[in-house]
């Protein structure tokens, strides 16, 4: 009981502080964590059954989501909302630094300099990194460095989905004990 109200409060001050920065996207994307997580709890038992499936849909999904927000943005040249619209500036700016060192990416951490030097004259922030790992990974270590991120989610992923298909085994084989001890 103490644990969950406690637990209950935590979140609720990390809701209020996110709702304080005004930003669309992480309200965005913790409302979708949040609905995912109690979504992957309420049916647990089904999805460890259908892990496969699920961590397939899943990586699917993400990425399917990320390329609507890229499509978006292009189609559009920005994104709805000041918060999102400023991401947009960081990642055109980060498109044009790219542009400049395509195999290689800028370097480590070499971001603020280019988004000085590439930003448009409607950006007015300036920032450190391009707030999405993806484009930071391509901008600044290049294609190799993209793919080897992708790689290391693909070994997580494998890693999630053993540690799932493992526990549906285990659920299953409990299951049948029980089933057969009631026979």
Same mark, same amino acid.
């Given at each position: 009981g103490v644990a969950l109200w406690g637990g209950g409060l935590a979140w609720a001050a990390l809701g209020y502080g996110l709702w304080l920065t005004g930003s669309n996207g992480a309200m965005i994307a913790a409302l979708a964590a949040a609905l995912t997580a109690g979504v992957l709890y309420a049916f647990r038992a089904r999805c460890a059954a259908h892990a496969r499936r699920w961590a397939t849909t899943g990586v699917a999904l993400y990425f399917v989501v990320m390329a609507g927000v890229a499509l978006l943005g292009m189609s559009r040249g920005t994104l709805p909302g000041s918060?999102?619209?400023f991401r947009w500036e960081y990642w055109s700016a980060a498109m044009r630094a790219w542009e400049t060192a395509p195999w290689t990416g800028i370097g480590r951490e070499n971001f603020q300099d280019a988004d000085c030097q590439f930003?448009?004259?409607a950006? &007015?922030?300036? &920032?450190?990194?391009?707030?999405?790992l993806w484009v930071s990974l391509l901008v600044e270590t290049g294609p190799a460095g993209l793919l080897g991120g992708l790689f290391l989610l693909g070994i997580w992923a494998v890693a999630a989905l053993r540690s799932m298909l493992e526990a549906s085994a285990d659920t299953?084989?409990?299951?049948?004990?029980g089933a057969w001890l009631l026979a």
């Amino acid at each position: 009981g103490v644990a969950l109200w406690g637990g209950g409060l935590a979140w609720a001050a990390l809701g209020y502080g996110l709702w304080l920065t005004g930003s669309n996207g992480a309200m965005i994307a913790a409302l979708a964590a949040a609905l995912t997580a109690g979504v992957l709890y309420a049916f647990r038992a089904r999805c460890a059954a259908h892990a496969r499936r699920w961590a397939t849909t899943g990586v699917a999904l993400y990425f399917v989501v990320m390329a609507g927000v890229a499509l978006l943005g292009m189609s559009r040249g920005t994104l709805p909302g000041s918060s999102l619209a400023f991401r947009w500036e960081y990642w055109s700016a980060a498109m044009r630094a790219w542009e400049t060192a395509p195999w290689t990416g800028i370097g480590r951490e070499n971001f603020q300099d280019a988004d000085c030097q590439f930003k448009s004259a409607a950006a &007015v922030e300036e &920032v450190r990194d391009p707030h999405n790992l993806w484009v930071s990974l391509l901008v600044e270590t290049g294609p190799a460095g993209l793919l080897g991120g992708l790689f290391l989610l693909g070994i997580w992923a494998v890693a999630a989905l053993r540690s799932m298909l493992e526990a549906s085994a285990d659920t299953r084989q409990e299951e049948f004990r029980g089933a057969w001890l009631l026979a």
